[in-house]
């Protein structure tokens, strides 16, 4: 789309989804009628495609009971390197670079394992103090099992304004005593995109193996992670990629490092035709696949096959034109009718810097949240006082976001939020 200044009215609004390419696409996902769906950056909406690939996968089971591993139109044993295939150009990789597995978690321990290898000086990680809490205590808890205290020797990159984290600190912490960098592609309160190329260039420089957490923005933004070197990198599969509620997750790891033997191994790290020899020597798999452990989850992956089906249908490239276009519409109508009502953009306005989603700061964040969900608005709050907004490209509309944002005035000037306690529930 050419059009750079925005008119803040429901015409113009319509005018620009009569232009969206990806317009069609909204028809593949179920989107309750009358609803607002903000809330794509923590659990994505669900497709006609993944609901169908789940009940075609239970099928399968019904159809072929055991031998559904080897039979039928997608036997289970291959459906974790299919998927990564799938997946692999929504990241920049090689298809053998990218296997779906485990949980975020799990594999941020199982790659941390596998590639934290203090030796001599070379015995600290490097992280942000504005990391999601996961990856900080999946780095402490490896920095334990190697018999050191997390307190020394996991370095947290300050921020300067408690949103935002600026590169050139996090290149000066790459001392020759750091053995070990995690970072994430997107910092998930303010949605600031990190330099990733940058920071593994840099990181290589000084002979640092560096691994980022793509959970923020895997589906949105185009990554090129075996032309930029990453090392590896970990992602969910439940947010901007629709895969279910704790679906299976994904892990990238170069090919430089195939023929490594992961940290932590199972019989599914073994190299695939020689896993069903129950041998105690393992034969490593050459491929992101050595990264497994146990059985897949084969009913988890279902839906994320239905929902790569819709990605395949237009590229990440033309995802990203679209998310990039839309947040900056969204911005601007805050800039307009939010600002002076007490809300703040805590995002990067810069598109090199923003990833899918805006971030509001308000005082009332908690009641003003509860207020749009009584609208039929589903947004998503992170403590202290941050609302998050996704104008997830696939199924949002600029009516949505225009909409939002005159009930975000309405809720403000005929104080809707007051009617709500000030309490975040126990999922937030």
């Not at 009718?337 to 703040?344: A, P, Q, R, S, W």
Request: charged fraction near 20%; hydrophobic fraction near 40%.
């Amino acid at each position: 789309m050419e059009i750079t200044a925005f008119e803040n009215s429901l015409d113009f609004a319509k005018n620009l989804d009569a232009q969206d390419k990806l317009g069609a696409l909204r028809d593949e996902f179920y989107i309750p009628d009358g609803m607002i769906y903000l809330d794509g950056n923590s659990l994505g909406l669900l497709s006609k495609r993944a609901e169908q690939t789940l009940l075609n996968m239970l099928q399968s089971w019904k159809n072929y009971h055991i031998d559904g591993w080897t039979t039928g139109e997608e036997p289970w044993f291959y459906l974790p390197e299919k998927l990564g295939r799938m997946m692999a150009p929504l990241v920049g990789a090689e298809p053998e670079e990218v296997i779906i597995t485990g949980s975020t978690t799990i594999n941020l321990h199982q790659l941390a394992a596998t590639f934290y290898e203090p030796k001599g000086n070379r015995t600290k990680i490097i992280a942000t103090e504005l990391d999601f809490p996961t990856d900080i205590y999946a780095l402490q808890s490896q920095i334990r099992l190697r018999g050191y205290d997390p307190e020394t020797h996991l370095i947290s990159i300050q921020s300067r304004d408690g949103r935002l984290i600026e590169e050139e600190d996090i290149i000066a912490a790459m001392t020759d005593e750091v053995a070990l960098i995690l970072l994430p592609t997107v910092l998930y309160r303010s949605g600031q995109l990190l330099d990733i190329q940058r920071l593994t260039e840099e990181a290589h420089a000084r002979g640092i193996i560096i691994g980022f957490d793509g959970c923020h923005s895997v589906g949105a933004i185009p990554h090129y992670f075996s032309k930029w070197g990453v090392d590896f990198a970990v992602w969910c599969n439940y947010k901007y990629l629709n895969a279910g509620p704790g679906g299976v997750a994904s892990l990238y790891v170069n090919k430089k490092h195939f023929g490594r033997i992961p940290g932590l191994t199972g019989w599914y790290s073994s190299r695939k035709d020689k896993q069903f020899d129950m041998e105690h020597q393992l034969t490593v798999e050459h491929s992101a696949g050595a990264f497994q452990t146990g059985t897949p989850h084969i009913l988890s992956m279902a839906p994320l096959m239905g929902s790569l089906e819709i990605f395949a249908k237009t590229s990440i490239e033309e995802i990203r034109i679209k998310s990039l276009h839309i947040t900056q519409y969204f911005m601007q109508l805050v800039n307009e009718d939010l600002l002076e009502l007490g809300f703040t953009l805590l995002n990067p306005t810069e598109d090199s810097r923003r990833g899918g989603h805006i971030s509001l700061h308000h005082e009332e964040a908690v009641r003003i949240c509860k207020a749009l969900k009584a609208n039929n608005i589903i947004p998503d709050y992170r403590a202290p006082n941050v609302i998050r907004l996704a104008p997830v490209a696939l199924y949002v509309t600029y009516e949505d976001v225009w909409k939002t944002v005159q009930v975000l005035k309405a809720i403000i000037h005929n104080k809707q939020y007051e009617a709500f306690d000030s309490q975040r529930g126990v999922v937030a």
